[in-house]
């Protein structure tokens, strides 16, 4: 693969290793400004809209549709700034079809591109339950970036990569952020153009990782004020401070790089996520699919393709013949993403509140030694403030594990309660690491096909019911694992 992803990406662990000095200021905790007005939408012009999902939606029934938005943005403690940026907007053709929720997601400028990582994990359910989506591109990194000791864009931003086309956009510092974040919403909330002249009943905010720690931070110091959105997802908010007081309901889907001791509180739901890894193979592909397009090294998938693509991913048993740290990992973290955003929207609806999984177990070490000076690094864009790069990475250390390296505690899907291989989340920083038992000591373990296959009925039977997954990854659990079973025994 060509792009940033491939080669930046493999090196984030050994870059995050290193105290440097910060080049890039995240915006402080301060009081949240009044209050302001939503912001205005237009449509864009005709063309592919940068980092989009990398296959034509269409054959799943939705429209992708991108949005210039303009206003003027607040920030504690600062002049009004005015800007416009981009949202990129997902929705159903036939609007009969639109189940009223709408995911808004704080897209990751962690490597100067706007990245919608959770929509990777997310978008296959979002087209079959009629949810509408929108990726907010909120942070001058991912829209323009920066090159170290020169004015010009980032090659992999927005304008970097397609200057024609978003040459009128422009974004003060991510001080304002917050604030545009919560302008979106509220626009979204009006009868507008970009959900087809219909409301969203329901906003769910969400953010995984970079702007994970930023819906944090929005979480604690602007939400309480400005009531914009009706739920928070958050997906691995890499050992972020934590609010104490939650507004509405919010969800975390962490995976082991981000587990550490948290108290239970009001309105708050917390996944621990055994074996997961911050970043899957899934994802990854995802992205540095849609990279390669936005950078005009490739055009779009097509269909033929695109299900040759989800074969090769879906199949977690399929594992890499020489486990490294390079994103290799076929943990499907979708499965869990998926099925708690369902949850969780029928906690905003219903008032069914979610239950937290049991917590990972602790070795009773300091998770963080220390907290690292603020580290940042050309091309990475962190907020630093709230990274604690220590705990990060002790993580591998702050976990009990079992005899096989397994963490003990949390959420343990079929292939973690009956394993055909064993997974560590923590190891290579976010990429995570999993090494495949051999045949025979799958006999070993198991005796019979019959016996192992038992074993993962029973294990789907209980997370299913538990509703940690859905039926649909059930069914697939079922089906890889029925596969590999016929590969050890015939």
């Known amino acids: ?69 303009n206003g003027t943005a607040r920030a504690p403690g600062m002049p009004a700034q005015g800007y416009k940026t981009r949202v990129l907007v997902y929705m159903p053709k036939d609007m009969s079809k639109f189940n009223g929720v709408t995911g808004v997601e704080w897209m990751n400028t962690t490597f100067q591109e706007a990245i919608p990582i959770e929509f990777q994990w997310l978008y296959q359910h979002v087209f079959q339950k009629g949810y509408g989506y929108v990726q907010v591109s909120n942070q001058q990194p ?50 507008n153009i970009a959900l087809n002249g219909q409301k969203a009943s329901k906003l769910i905010a969400i953010g995984e990782s970079q702007s994970g720690i930023l819906l944090d931070r929005y979480l604690r110091d602007f939400d309480a004020r400005e009531k914009v959105y009706d739920g928070f997802f958050l997906d691995g908010d890499d050992q972020a401070p934590l609010p104490t007081r939650y507004r509405v ?52 998938v097509g269909p033929a393709e695109y299900q ?49 999984s049991p917590p990972f177990q602790f070795t009773g070490q300091a998770q963080a030694i220390q907290k690292l000076p603020q580290v940042n690094f050309y091309p990475l864009h962190l907020p630093t403030q709230d990274l604690n790069t220590a705990g990060l990475l002790y993580a591998p250390f702050a976990l009990k594990r079992d005899a096989s390296g397994m963490a003990l505690g949390g959420l343990r899907l079929p ?11 923590a190891l290579c920083f976010i990429a995570g690491y999993e090494s495949a038992y051999t045949p025979s000591s799958i006999k070993a373990r198991y005796g019979s096909k019959t016996g192992y296959l038992e074993q993962i009925d029973r294990a789907v039977d209980r997370v299913v019911g538990n509703r940690d997954i859905l039926p649909s990854a059930g069914q697939e659990i079922r089906k890889y694992s029925a596969g590999l079973a016929q590969r050890v025994w015939g």
């Open 1 to 69: 693969m060509k792009g940033r992803f491939p080669k930046t990406f493999a090196a984030v662990g050994v870059a995050l290793g290193i105290v440097a000095a910060q080049m890039y200021a995240m915006p402080t905790a301060a009081a949240a400004p009044s209050v302001g007005p939503s912001a205005n939408l237009q449509a864009t012009p005709k063309g592919n809209p940068y980092l989009a999902l990398p296959m034509d939606v269409g054959q799943f029934g939705y429209t992708e549709k991108e949005y210039f938005i």
């Open 142 to 191: 991912g829209l323009c970036g920066y090159l170290r000791g020169s004015a010009a864009c980032d090659p992999q931003s927005a304008k970097g990569s397609n200057p024609a086309r978003y040459q009128s956009l422009h974004l003060p510092s991510d001080d304002y952020s917050f604030d545009i974040f919560s302008q979106v919403g509220r626009a979204l909330q009006k009868s």
């Open 249 to 300: 309901p919010a969800v975390y889907i962490w995976g082991e790089e981000s587990g550490r001791p948290a108290p239970a509180v009001p309105n708050r739901a917390i996944i621990s996520v055994t074996g997961a890894p911050h970043i899957d193979r899934w994802a990854y592909a995802h992205m540095s699919l849609s990279s390669q397009i936005s950078n005009g090294i490739r055009g779009k």
């Open 308 to 356: 040759k693509l989800v074969r090769e991913l879906s199949d977690y048993t399929r594992y890499s013949a020489k486990p490294d740290c390079l994103v290799n990992t076929l943990f499907p973290r979708r499965y869990v993403v998926q099925s708690y955003f369902d949850n969780l929207v029928d906690w905003v609806n219903n008032g069914r509140v979610v239950a937290s």
């Open 415 to 425: 292939f973690i309660s009956a394993p055909t291989a064993s997974y560590n989340g």
